[in-house]
């Protein structure tokens, strides 16, 4: 009995042994393991961020951003003029895309694509918002119609959800760009099912949801093809199963890492650790109302808890690669000024302040905090490392864990909530995104912060966005951010690093803000 | 007396485990202050992810706090949550499964499909729903496994008092004329409670577990409350510092483990049939 | 005759306890203080009120509860369970594309924790209060008191990471296919399609998650067949043959595993049960495609018609495995079916 069992242990575990050889990749697909956030592959109703990496593949956009570029560059686009009010745009389109299907890309298409995020009235579909409607001049020209004028439009051209599709094909499986839409659209099934209609180097085609998709090589591809001929997209929540896939090579590429699995995977042969700053940035908010705020409505305590936040801590506890921004505009951003050097803490001038403003004992104060993680660490996090802070100096946060769904997303957005700490990430490239955070915009009301509070802040806004030479726009975006780096309800405290793992036989694996990965830059290495 | 207790744990070596176990958990939760060597809370940023040492027994967390002063007062919530559970769930399911099986009927009928109901739902996600309801905190999540809890002592007490009630004494008691509330709660529910005890000392190590499993989800006392289901899943993050989520891990098992020891023991003890085992 | 009407009521039963289900999942989703409207829209569109209007239009979140209720309700008589406002797809298709990947995992647990309980249960009466039993008392008990989330991490470090003898996570290495459905178990679709390292390696993946699986309930019910044996081995029946000089374990396997099994059939339906309403922990760590994970989705994001599907199916699996379960147990003890 005894004996028999031991020789069935045995065999069993040689033939698991040697299956597992069986399932290192094989030289041509390169498999990623991510955990992705994809909810449709319809391009004009994506929004997560994990979408615009194989939009980016299969979809080419007006115009595109490089991680070797500043700014939005030209990609179908081969111009863009804008008129002297800036209210029209117009561009001009390259005359040698085809879409995979063959049918050539042209201004129609261009028309038909953008349009049609706009009205289907999905979650991207904001960032048509600045546009009235577009006129086909002819086959590669197209003038856009704005309603006021827009210095991120070209920024705005190069989000993934303004990708171009065949429309020929899309109308046939129910795509309209109507201005019912919204009901009528019957195509996201189609794209649901595992298909793309792009122009890209690459063609969805397979999707299990929640598990895995598979993009293979565009045959008609007009462009330069790369090495890799497949992709197989894996969902891989863990990112410590992401870790071990990558080292036992059932994956070449980890999206997900953690500080801690990176710490594991150095020195490992074969496999390349990278990190990178993100522009998702955490920070602390303070109601302006003092009904809602209490103590932390004042100005002076407002600036007390900057100066107690200990900021060189929080980056140890985000991991190695983050930094801590010294107002709205993330480090990396154009026109963003230099990150705050982590020892403008000063415990002993916030207890002064805090004592001018009339609490010289500190105080007591809820703060609702909620589970998400924005690459991966917890805001609870956060909360308990600012909770220590601030007791330094006799501030006691009594923290209260909310779900994002049990309530804590309505009162944030109703700007109901006293004191606490989220995140943001631009919705767009582009530093016009950022100021939301001021008097009167999207995140600043969150706060009670209305434009009547300061309207020469608030007037910025106005005018950054129809600044339309980009220099003096940078001069402004610098005053601004002088202007708040020590004032204000919102407090960045850092920007997240993003880590991911890569097997040494690949080249040109770099994070994207915008693609999260830029899948064109990607070659086996020699 | 005494030498029949000394028989009974000499004789069972799993059940002196078990008692020796609890008996830790229960000493280390109460001297907790007296006895861990730091504050649970206190961060110090420096001696980050430190594996376990001279200084730090069980190494330090990502904050930098001890986690063997962490696992010495977490054991607090977990006893608290598994013996408040199980005597709420006992009381109110006994009550309950008492006045079903006594009265009968259509009332019974209703009762008991109502119990099944509660049965039918799948543990974890009903746990998940009431507390995403009634907010995350040590209190609500308990009410949440109450309720999960309670339907398997209302079906034992109902059964029980099922038997109990044909019994002599209670002919006798109907036949005095006692009411039937009296006869309910004076007669059969005295002499029905013996199995609901038994059952609930071997349901302490569960709930324990359920517990430790939903402020592994999130729910329960918010940070930096050192629960120990919680210390786990902060833990996953940090996978490859094993310390982190191995040692609160081991602290659920062995005081789980403990408690079933003594409920099996006990068990056995007050099982007639399998006394002769001792 | 009797049996017939016996099986009738149970049913009878079955479909209350399932509208049952449905109410009370549907009053839960609706007290609970939150709103779908924030878990599936972006920040943004939140603050855009004629977005979340045109949402809660859409979904029908905006018409009175008792006339939402009604409506779903009428959708259950036609068998359809509405669409998730999560994924905008068939509730009913979901939970076909997720209830198999559970089923195959629940039904691989079951039988490894059948196997080794009845095997420890046996060892452990025959060789009652010798150390060997102690042994198996201790192992059965632990089995119920790891905490499956510690044991599930534990395990794919140890047998996939630092000896890398285990396969990783899911359900099949990114080198195979997945079989053609057939019968939505990956093992036996490979083998239909004539491949058996498919099937092998899919098998190789179930064992893993399997057996944490499988820990809790073995425990179970090796604590009930060895009570039960130990039962049975000491009536007089037994003690008799004894005396006429049969042996040991041909006792056992001929005479008392038969009376002590039927406790154990109901703790192994119970198990079955439970497991078949998809852990959440496991599928999560395992990123197993069930119905767990597909209920956490949809709890978190309160997705109701997600939730209510998930619960009607569990409760229906439950109800299923119960009515089986007394069935058996009639057709095995006639005392039983009157008496219900």
């Given amino acids: ?526 | 007396m005494m030498k029949k207790i000394k028989r009974i744990f000499t004789s069972n070596l799993l059940f002196t485990l078990g008692t020796l176990i609890c008996i830790f958990w229960i000493l280390a939760s109460i001297l907790a202050p007296v006895v861990a060597p730091y504050d649970p809370l206190a961060q110090d940023l420096l001696l980050k992810l430190n594996a376990p040492s001279l200084a730090h027994p069980f190494g330090t967390d990502n904050f930098g706090r001890d986690i063997l002063s962490r696992v010495l007062y977490g054991g607090r919530y977990s006893l608290l949550a598994g013996i408040l559970t199980v005597i709420l769930a006992g009381i109110f399911g006994s009550i309950y499964g008492a006045i079903s099986g006594y009265f009968g009927g259509v009332l019974d009928n209703i009762l008991m499909r109502i119990s099944e109901m509660i049965k039918a739902f799948p543990t974890i996600i009903l746990a998940i729903v009431i507390t995403s309801a009634l907010g995350s905190s040590l209190f609500n999540t308990m009410i949440a496994l109450v309720i999960v809890a309670w339907p398997n002592y209302a079906r034992l007490m109902r059964s029980v008092v099922l038997s109990v009630k044909e019994s002599e004494y209670v002919e006798a008691a109907r036949a005095l004329g006692t009411s039937r509330w009296r006869i309910l709660f004076f007669e059969i529910i005295p002499n029905s409670v013996t199995s609901v005890i038994v059952m609930a000392t071997t349901d302490i190590g569960n709930q324990i577990l359920l517990f430790s499993t939903l402020s592994f989800l999130g729910l329960g006392n918010p940070p930096p409350t050192p629960e120990w289901g919680m210390m786990v899943s902060d833990g996953v993050s940090y996978f490859n510092k094993f310390w982190m989520a191995g040692f609160p891990g081991l602290a659920i098992f062995t005081m789980a483990i403990g408690a079933n020891f003594v409920g099996d023991g006990l068990r056995d003890l007050m099982d007639p049939k399998l006394r002769k085992n001792f | 005759m009797d049996t017939l009407k016996f099986i009738v009521k149970r049913i009878i039963y079955l479909l209350i306890l399932l509208l049952g289900v449905a109410t009370i999942v549907f009053i839960l989703t609706r007290l609970v203080p939150t709103d779908p409207v924030a878990a599936n829209l972006s920040q943004r569109n939140l603050s855009d009120p004629e977005i979340v209007a045109a949402f809660r239009q859409k979904w029908g979140l905006d018409k009175p509860i008792w006339e939402q209720f009604i409506i779903y309700l009428k959708g259950l008589l036609r068998l359809d369970f509405g669409t998730s406002i999560r994924t905008s797809k068939p509730v009913l298709d979901e939970l076909k594309r997720c209830f198999p990947a559970t089923f195959e995992l629940s039904l691989f647990a079951i039988i490894i924790a059948t196997v080794f309980g009845i095997l420890f249960g046996i060892i452990s009466a025959l060789k009652r209060n010798s150390w060997l039993d102690q042994l198996v008392r201790a192992i059965s008990v632990a089995g119920v008191s790891v905490p499956t989330f510690w044991l599930a991490l534990l395990l794919l470090y140890f047998f996939y990471y630092k000896l890398g003898i285990a396969p990783g996570t899911g359900r099949i290495s990114k080198s195979f296919d997945a079989p053609a459905a057939v019968t939505g178990l990956y093992v036996i679709d490979s083998l239909l399609e004539g491949d058996p390292a498919k099937a092998w390696d899919c098998l190789s993946h179930l064992i893993l998650p399997g057996c944490v699986l499988a820990a809790f309930t073995m425990g179970l019910i090796t604590r009930t067949a060895r009570s039960n044996l130990l039962e049975v081995i000491s009536t007089d029946y037994i003690r008799t043959a004894r005396a006429k000089g049969m042996a040991n374990i041909r006792l056992i396997l001929h005479h008392a595993l038969g009376n002590a099994l039927i406790p154990v059939l109901t703790v192994v339906g119970l198990g079955f049960g439970n497991l078949l309403g998809g852990t959440v922990l496991v599928e999560t760590i395992f990123s197993w495609p069930g119905v767990g994970q597909f209920a956490y989705e949809s709890v978190t994001k309160l997705d109701s018609p997600g939730i209510i599907g998930v619960a009607i199916l569990i409760a229906l699996n439950y109800g299923i495995i119960n009515t089986i379960v007394d069935i058996l147990y009639g057709v095995i003890d006639p005392r039983v079916r009157s008496g219900v």
């Fill in chain 1, 1 to 526: 009995m005894k004996k028999k069992l031991l020789t069935v242990t045995a065999v069993t575990a040689a033939l698991l042994a040697s299956s597992q050889a069986a399932w290192a990749a094989t030289g041509d697909q390169v498999v990623i393991g991510a955990q992705t956030d994809i909810v449709t592959l319809d391009p004009g109703r994506c929004y997560e961020p994990y979408a615009n990496l194989f939009l980016r593949a299969c979809y080419d956009t007006l115009y595109e951003f490089r991680n070797d570029a500043d700014g939005a560059q030209p990609m179908l686009a081969t111009g863009c003029e804008f008129s002297e009010d800036g209210l029209t745009a117009t561009i001009t389109i390259r005359d040698d895309a085809v879409f995979a299907s063959g049918n050539p890309v042209t201004a129609e298409d261009v028309k038909f694509s953008i349009m049609r995020c706009k009205n289907l009235k999905d979650n991207p579909s904001f960032i048509c918002d600045v546009i009235d409607s577009i006129d086909v001049v002819d086959d590669h020209t197209v003038q856009f119609n704005l309603n006021t004028p827009d210095s991120s439009f070209t920024s705005k051209l190069a989000y993934c959800s303004m990708s171009i599709i065949d429309s020929t094909l899309a109308k046939e499986q129910g795509a309209t760009d109507a201005e019912d839409a919204a009901t009528t659209d019957t195509a996201k099934e189609f794209f649901d099912a595992g298909a793309s209609l792009g122009s890209g180097p690459y063609q969805i085609t397979s999707y299990l949801p929640d598990e895995e998709f598979v993009l293979e090589q565009n045959e008609n591809y007009y462009g330069e093809a790369s090495s890799i001929p497949k992709y197989i997209i894996q969902e891989m929540d863990d990112a410590n199963t992401q870790m071990m896939s990558l080292t036992q090579d059932d994956i070449q590429i980890a999206l997900n890492l953690s500080e801690d699995t990176v710490s594991e995977l150095e020195g490992t042969d074969g496999v390349d650790v990278l990190s990178f700053p993100t522009m998702t940035m955490g920070f602390v908010f303070m109601n302006m109302d003092e009904s809602l705020g209490g103590p932390v409505s004042d100005p002076k305590v407002q600036q007390a808890i900057r100066l107690a936040i200990d900021y060189a801590g929080i980056q140890q506890i985000v991991g190695d690669g983050s930094l801590t921004p010294l107002s709205y505009v993330q480090v990396g951003l154009l026109g963003a000024l230099d990150a705050r050097d982590p020892s403008y803490t000063d415990v002993e001038k916030a207890k002064e302040l805090l004592a001018e403003a009339g609490y010289p004992d500190g105080f007591e104060i809820d703060f609702p905090c909620c589970t998400l993680a924005p690459e991966g660490i917890p805001l609870t996090d956060l909360a308990v490392k600012l909770a220590d802070d601030l007791s330094k100096i006799g501030i006691t946060l009594n923290i209260q864990t909310v779900d994002w769904t049990g309530g804590y997303a309505e009162d944030y957005r109703d700007g109901k909530l006293g004191f606490s700490v989220m995140y943001w990430s631009p919705d767009y490239q582009d530093p016009n995104a950022e100021l939301e955070f001021l008097p009167g915009g999207i995140v600043g009301l969150r706060s009670g912060w209305a434009a009547e509070m300061d309207q020469e802040l608030a007037d910025m806004k106005g005018q950054i966005v129809s600044e339309l030479d980009q220099d003096a726009r940078v001069e402004k975006l610098k005053e601004m951010q002088e202007k708040t780096a020590e004032y204000g309800p919102f407090i960045p405290i850092v920007q997240y690093p993003k880590y991911m793992g890569v097997t040494s036989q690949l080249t040109g694996v770099e994070f994207s803000d915008s693609y999260r990965m830029d899948v064109r830059t990607i070659e086996w290495a020699e």
